[in-house]
C-alpha cells in the first residue's frame, strides 16, 4: 500500500533543533516532488519546503528560510526536513505529502499523498 509516515516531531526549546523524516513505502520517492506543510490550531495549512523530483530544486517559505533545510535520502527513501533555530511560531502539526508530477508547487491539491502528521511544538 502506498504510505508516507513522518517522525521526529516534538517539543522542543525557542533555538532548538528537530529533525523530521518523511518515508515512503509502496512508491519510491525520488521520483515525486515532496513538500512538507503545517497547521497550527486556528490557521490554514500553510506550504513550509518543497523538493522537486528531477532537478533538486528547493522552495522555503519566507517564514522559514535560512533556518530549515529539505533533502533527499532515496537509497533510504526518505525525505528529511531539518529545523534548526526554532520558533514559538513554528509550533504545528507537520506533515509530508508527495507529487507524482515531480514539480514542487504551494497548491494543496496538486499533491496525491499524505502522511499523517506529526506535531511539532516549540515552547520554553
Known amino acids: 500500500q502506498v504510505q508516507l509516515v513522518e517522525s521526529g516531531g516534538g517539543l522542543v526549546q525557542p533555538g532548538g533543533s528537530l529533525r523530521l523524516s518523511c518515508a515512503a513505502s509502496?512508491?519510491?520517492?525520488?521520483?515525486?516532488?515532496i513538500g512538507w506543510f503545517r497547521q497550527a490550531p486556528g490557521k490554514e495549512r500553510e506550504g513550509v519546503s518543497c523538493?522537486?523530483?528531477?532537478?533538486?530544486?528547493?522552495y522555503y517559505a519566507n517564514s522559514v528560510k535560512g533556518r530549515f533545510t529539505i533533502s533527499r535520502d532515496n537509497a533510504k527513501n526518505t525525505v528529511y526536513l531539518q529545523m534548526n533555530s526554532l520558533k514559538p511560531e513554528d509550533t504545528a502539526v507537520y506533515y509530508c505529502?508527495?507529487?507524482?508530477?515531480?514539480?514542487?508547487?504551494?497548491?494543496?491539491?496538486?499533491?496525491?499523498?499524505w502522511g499523517q502528521g506529526t506535531q511539532v511544538t516549540v515552547s520554553s
Open positions: 509502496g512508491f519510491t520517492l525520488e521520483y515525486y516532488a
Open positions: 523538493i522537486s523530483r528531477s532537478d533538486g530544486r528547493t
Open positions: 505529502a508527495a507529487d507524482g508530477s515531480g514539480d514542487c508547487s504551494p497548491m494543496t491539491y496538486d499533491y496525491h499523498y
